[in-house]
Each structure stands twice: as structure tokens, then as C-alpha cells.
């Protein structure tokens, strides 16, 4: 008997481990905004891609809140989602990832994510411009080369969606830079090309 709850204790345990994943790739950069350098390091790890039917329903929410302005119902849809990773700035606070979406036909890598709450608003004192937009959530899209990643924010440049269902920001290329981000993933856990 002692055996038997020793074997269900371990099956547990190791299936409490996979439930929460592991980072299918990290990024790390500097973000362009911080008062002090010693503040400008940016970690993002994505543990995976939301599922159509997940990326439909924030979609859905981002459609009413476009029809009428009131962020609780994408805030309430965000936060059920399954968070898909996790974007921290140099303090220990951090940002959960609720919607991850990569373009699998672009050349280069490009990537959206929305995060909550809003980008600056955890340790405001760490950043040169505060959030001044929406507190509850931030988009965020990657853009770039392994070595050479571009982040930009919709604190900088409106959302929009596209005719394929994606938010994106609006022009990407105009949009100043929130950081400069490359490619930090351990090599044993770098998928194949």
C-alpha cells in the first residue's frame, strides 16, 4: 500500500510539473525607456501559441471593446485565457502573457502577444514615461531576426485587427522602439526549423 501511494504521489507530481510548461524559446533585451540603465534588461519567455479557438474569442472581445470602449469584457476574456508566458523587466514584477500569436509564414520571425496588465504599470517608478492608456492589458509584436528582434507597443502605436482575425499594431514600422530583444533560448529546448 505505501508503495502504491508513493507511485500515485510521483504520477502526480510529474503531471503538476508538465501542466505548467516549459519555455519553448526566451528572448532577452534592453527596453529603450527606463530611467536607469541598470533597469533596461527584458526577459520574455513564451511556453506556447494560443489555440484558434482562444485567439477567436480575444478577438471577439477586442471587437467590442472597439464598439464600445469599456475594457472589462477583453479584461475578463484576458484573464481567462491560459497564460502562454511571461515578460519581465529587471524588477521581479512581471507581465503574463494571455495571447501569443506567430506569423508561420514571415521570413523573419514575427510575433504578437497581448500582456496584463498594461505594460508600465507594474514599478512605474522604473520608467521614463508612465502608461497613460489602458492599465489592464498591452500588445506587444516582435519583428526581426534571431540576433536582431524589434519590440514595439500599442503604447506607442494603435492596435488594429486584420482581415485575417489578428491584432497587430496598426504601422510597425513607424512605431518607436520599446526594446531590442535577441534570441536566449538554451539550446536543448530550440525547436528544429
Partial sequence: ?????FLLSAI???????????????LKGTAMDTRYAGQSELRLSVMGWNEPEQQQAVVQAWRQFQADGNTGTLASVLEAQPTKGYLFPSAATGYSIKYAWQD???????????????????????WKHPNELAKEFSLIEIRGSELDMDMKSSLEAPVELTDGDILQLKDFEAA?????????????LKQDS
Fill in 176 to 188: 518607436e522602439l520599446f526594446a531590442s530583444m535577441a534570441d536566449n533560448t538554451p539550446y536543448y
Fill in 12 to 26: 502526480l507530481l510529474a503531471g503538476s510539473m508538465t501542466a505548467q510548461g516549459e519555455a519553448i524559446f526566451t
Fill in 104 to 126: 508561420p509564414n514571415a521570413r523573419d520571425k514575427r510575433m504578437v502577444f497581448m500582456v496584463t496588465p498594461g505594460l508600465k504599470t507594474r514599478n512605474p517608478y522604473m
Fill in 1 to 5: 500500500m505505501k508503495k502504491l501511494y
